[in-house]
């Protein structure tokens, strides 16, 4: 049957705009604020770090900044060899964000997950134990990352008077090049806890009965954990690598007050460098730079993000409905 | 079955001592921070930096000292009140736009939920020297504004997706059921779906605290940065701002003892709700 389809008039159009508004206006009011959020502290700051990124912000702080025309200068400063902030600043803070963010995130998975293998048995009051081993994750950040300074002081630190009680040498910590990055290492087993605690999570939702046909079949140990354990955390896993991945990149609290105290260019994170670009007033137009750099360090985190999503079909195991 | 008996742990005696001994190492090493911040808080003024593994004697001045200055009790004041406007903005806002994005059909749903997933992996950090930049022209530099407004507009991406999950999981009957009963879609958000799902807002709630509590890139950038803010101060900044200092380093145990003070809040809502942490975070890794 052949329905022709009369074009509709006016009135009719009307009523139309009117019962789709009165249907839908007042789930509308639900999702308003979320739209303006997105639009005021999202949207807008991305475009608005587009346009100082290309032409230039005028810091009311800074009287030599001034805004111009287009320009990829801002960009193009990073490249720059031999000035204040320039290639060798972003090459060394470059190199030193990834190297923290491989190196921790290799050993907090293998650390954390051995951690968790330890507490995942039925002992009497390991509960506890999971608790304890989560504290040190409570501890204030900034109070943590002044704690650490205080006790790596080679003048009276904690760490070394402790090195000099049991007659071992003194270590020389985040006040010598060299060894900066084993020492930030070393403190990042401290919230290995933290990590425990997720893994312990997911391999609680192992399915009991895996263990008991493995069992059956003469299983040891060693042989669950390499087939049941591992395979069956896998999700978590890829959860735990992408956050911590993004987290390491984006390292900021625990490495800026450290950063202030010992002036060492080890210490110089991106985000660190961003937040000097901006505030610290030793580049000219440092506000449009920080823009730049954030532009950079956006695409990096997307383009890694985008790659683990990639290879995460090949060995994450989502449970059977996935 | 032989297997679940050995599985469930009739494990000889010498063997469950080294078991618990290795438990109890392993606790040493985790709990190595937080004894040296207990020490250091406590350490007479001539032990500061004086290479002491114990104090001479306990000295309770450092938290008399925090307790005796007005600022801090204003930082606190000012961090609670981030902390707790935080949390209203994650419970409320994220579960009415999670509500609507499950349980209501309207047109735009879908391009609504499209753009929340688009933004949410975007870190917040590439964003904060362009909203700085806004805050400045607006007047919020300086305030304690940008670190909680922004939370009760949509009430964080990643927030709304965990909701939306757990409301995913109610079936559509029981709201349907209340319809017909003649409650309108605000009665249904509030008598049928809040209740159910409370669990994953107590998690998001007390993380959100302790987040919020203890956050630091947030107030050093949108406070910090802005001469003559000391009155919008929160306790990290503060400990960043008075502490890291030549002069700082001799009231390492004042330092200490308001990290001590700061971590209290923290310890209280863990005890609490140590077992909706637990879920949550096994819910988050799962579903997130």
């Known amino acids: ?322 | 079955m032989t297997s679940r008996n050995n599985s469930l742990g009739k494990q000889s005696v010498p063997f469950l001592c080294v078991k618990y001994f290795f438990l109890v190492l392993v606790s040493c090493v985790f709990l190595f921070p937080i004894y040296v911040l207990l020490i250091t808080s406590v350490l007479p003024n001539t032990d500061v930096g004086m290479k002491v593994l114990w104090p001479q004697y306990i000295n309770l001045k450092p938290y008399l000292a925090f307790f005796q200055n007005s600022n801090y009790l204003l930082y606190t004041l000012n961090t609670l009140f981030v902390a707790i406007m935080n949390i209203g903005g994650v419970c409320i806002a994220s579960s009415l736009t999670a509500y609507a994005l499950t349980k209501l059909n309207f047109a735009g749903r879908d391009v609504i939920f499209a753009m929340i997933m688009a933004v949410v992996l975007l870190p917040s950090t590439v964003l904060s020297i362009p909203l700085m930049i806004i805050y400045r022209v607006i007047g919020w530099d300086g305030t304690l504004f940008p670190l909680w407004v922004p939370m009760w507009l949509g009430g964080g991406t990643m927030n709304i997706f965990l909701v939306r999950q757990f409301m995913r999981g109610i079936p559509n009957s029981y709201t349907e059921a209340a319809k017909l009963d003649g409650a309108s879609n605000f009665d249904v958000y509030l008598k049928v779906i809040l209740p159910m799902v409370k669990p994953i807002l107590v998690y998001l709630a007390v993380t959100g605290f302790i987040g919020n509590w203890n956050d630091f890139q947030g107030p050093l950038t949108y406070i910090g940065t802005v001469k003559g803010s000391e009155s919008q101060w929160t306790l990290s900044l503060a400990l960043y701002k008075d502490f890291l200092t030549a002069e700082g380093d001799r009231r390492a145990n004042v330092q200490a003892a308001v990290g001590v003070i700061m971590m209290v809040p923290c310890l209280v809502l863990f005890a609490f709700f140590q077992r909706q942490i637990m879920e949550g975070i096994s819910t988050v890794g799962v579903k997130g």
Request: charge should be positive; charged fraction near 15%; hydrophobic fraction near 45%.
């Open chain 1, 1 to 322: 049957m052949i329905v022709h389809k009369r074009s509709l008039t006016k009135e009719e159009k009307k009523e139309q705009r009117r019962l789709f508004f009165k249907k839908n206006a007042p789930c509308w009011i639900y999702v308003a604020p979320v739209i303006l959020g997105i639009i005021l502290f999202t949207i807008l700051p991305m475009v608005i770090s587009l346009i100082y990124s290309f032409r230039g912000y005028y810091n009311p702080e800074n009287r030599g900044d001034k805004a111009g025309g287009f320009t990829f200068d801002n960009f193009a400063y990073f490249f720059k060899p031999g000035v204040a902030y320039g290639l060798e600043t972003f090459l060394k803070s470059i190199s030193v964000t990834f190297s923290f963010t491989v190196l921790s995130l290799a050993l907090q998975i293998i650390g954390s997950y051995a951690v968790a293998l330890f507490l995942n048995q039925k002992t009497k009051g390991i509960k506890t134990f999971r608790i304890l081993y989560y504290l040190p994750n409570l501890i204030p950040a900034v109070a943590g990352t002044m704690l650490w300074a205080n006790m790596t002081s080679t003048r009276g630190g904690y760490l070394n008077t402790l090195l000099e009680a049991v007659g071992l040498p003194p270590y020389t910590w985040y006040e010598s090049p060299k060894t900066v990055l084993p020492t930030l290492l070393f403190i990042n087993i401290f919230s290995w806890g933290g990590t425990a605690v997720m893994w312990l999570a997911q391999m609680q939702n192992i399915p009991q009965e895996m263990y008991e046909s493995a069992d059956l079949d003469g299983a040891n140990y060693f042989h669950k954990t390499v087939k049941i354990t591992i395979p069956m955390s896998t999700a978590m896993m890829f959860y735990v690598i992408v956050t911590s991945m993004i987290g390491g990149i984006l390292a900021f609290t625990n490495v800026k007050p450290l950063y202030d105290k010992f002036q060492e260019p080890n210490l110089n994170f991106i985000v660190v460098y961003i937040y000097n670009l901006a505030f610290g007033g030793g580049v000219k137009n440092g506000m449009s730079k920080a823009c730049a750099l954030s532009w950079i360090l956006f695409l990096i985190i997307a383009a890694m993000t985008f790659l683990l999503f990639k290879t995460s079909k090949k060995w994450v195991y989502y449970g059977e409905e996935a």
